[in-house]
C-alpha cells in the first residue's frame, strides 16, 4: 500500500508538464500572430510596391507618347530647318557686304592681318579705353601662334572674321584649297579661346577675287564660303590703296573722317600707321555723331528716325 506522500510526490511532475506545454503554446502563438503581421506587412509592401509599378507603368506611356510627339514635332522642324538652310545658304552665296544700312549712325571698324602680340594688345587697350567693340579679321597661324591675345580679344567683346589660315590669292587655288583655308582658321581660333567659336564673316585676302569683274572666279568662292555659313564682307573705306605712298597716321585719320557715313565699312591693318591713328578716328566719328562699332553691331543696327 502507498503512503500519501507517495501520491503527493507524483503529482507535480504533471503540473510542470502541463506548464511547459503552455509555454510552448504560448510561444507558438506569438510567433504565428508575429508571422501573421510580417505576412500582412510583406502583403501590403508588394501591394504598394505593386502599385508604384502600375504608377511608373502609366507615367512610362505617357512618357513614351510624349517622346513620340517630340519626334515628330522634330521631323517637322527638321524640315523646315533644312528648307531654311538651303535659303539661307542661297542668301549668303548672293551677299556681298561693302557696307550697311546708311540709315543708321553706326560705321564698323574692321582690322585685318595682325602682327606681334605687343601691337595687338595695344589695339585691344585702345578700344576698351574707348567703351567700344570691332571686327577683326586675323590670318588663322596668327592666331596659332598668338592664342592668348585673341582669346583676350573675345572675352572683351570683339568679333574675329574668317581671313584664311594663311593669307593666300584665293583665286589661285583649287575648291578644296579654299576649303582647308576656311577651315584651318576656324580650326586656329577655336583652340585659342577653347570652345568652338561662331563665325559669320568672311573677308578675302587682298580682296582677291571679289575687286574684279571676273563673276565665275567670284561666284565659285561665294559657294564655298556660303557652306560654310558666312557672309563675305569687303569695305567701302580702305587705306593702302587710297592713300599709296602717302601713308602717315594723319592721312589715315584724314581719309577715314572725310569718307565716314552711317553704315561705312572701315578696313583697317594691323599696321603702326593705323593703330596709332585709331583713337583720333573714334572721337572724330563720334564727334560727327557716328558711332563705331563692330559688324554684327551695324548690321542689325535699326534705322535712324527724324524722332531720334
Known amino acids: 500500500m502507498r503512503s500519501k506522500n507517495q501520491y503527493t510526490s507524483n503529482a507535480k511532475p504533471a503540473k ?15 510567433a504565428t500572430t508575429v508571422l501573421a503581421v510580417f505576412s500582412v506587412s510583406q502583403y501590403l509592401a508588394i501591394q504598394a510596391l505593386q502599385d508604384n509599378l502600375d504608377s511608373l507603368e502609366e507615367k512610362f506611356e505617357e512618357v513614351e507618347q510624349k517622346k513620340t510627339r517630340l519626334e515628330e514635332q522634330y521631323e517637322e522642324i527638321y524640315e523646315e530647318n533644312e528648307k531654311l538652310r538651303e535659303e539661307n545658304k542661297m ?21 585685318d592681318d595682325g602682327a606681334g602680340e605687343e601691337l595687338t ?35 572683351e567683346g570683339h568679333e574675329l572674321g574668317n581671313h584664311t589660315y594663311s593669307h593666300p590669292f584665293i583665286t589661285k587655288l583649287s575648291e578644296e584649297q579654299v576649303r582647308e583655308e576656311l577651315t584651318a582658321w576656324q580650326d586656329s581660333v577655336d583652340e585659342a579661346i577653347g570652345s568652338s567659336y561662331r563665325n559669320l564673316f568672311f573677308r578675302p585676302p587682298y580682296g582677291d577675287g571679289f575687286l574684279s569683274n571676273n563673276s565665275q572666279q ?23 590703296y587710297a592713300l599709296g ?11 577715314v573722317l572725310a569718307n565716314a557715313k552711317g553704315g561705312s565699312i572701315v578696313l583697317l591693318h594691323f599696321n603702326n600707321q593705323d593703330i596709332a591713328a585709331l583713337p583720333d ?15 554684327s553691331e551695324l548690321l542689325l543696327a535699326e534705322p535712324q528716325t527724324e524722332a531720334q
Open 91 to 111: 542668301m549668303r552665296s548672293e551677299t556681298i557686304i561693302n557696307y550697311g544700312n546708311r540709315e543708321t549712325n553706326k560705321v564698323a571698324i574692321t582690322i
Open 281 to 295: 578716328i573714334i572721337t572724330g566719328l563720334r564727334e560727327r555723331d557716328l558711332e563705331p562699332c563692330s559688324l
Open 245 to 255: 605712298d602717302h601713308y602717315t597716321k594723319e592721312r589715315v585719320v584724314e581719309h
Open 121 to 155: 594688345h595695344r589695339v585691344l587697350d585702345i578700344f576698351k579705353e574707348y567703351d567700344m567693340q570691332a571686327t577683326l579679321f586675323p590670318k588663322g597661324n596668327i592666331v596659332e601662334n598668338q592664342p592668348e591675345v585673341w582669346r583676350r580679344a573675345v572675352e
Open 16 to 30: 510542470k508538464k502541463s506548464t511547459a506545454r503552455l509555454l510552448i503554446i504560448l510561444f507558438l502563438l506569438a
Open 218 to 240: 567670284r561666284d565659285k568662292i561665294q559657294q564655298i564660303v556660303a557652306e560654310k555659313g558666312m557672309f563675305t564682307i569687303l569695305w567701302d573705306i580702305e587705306l593702302i
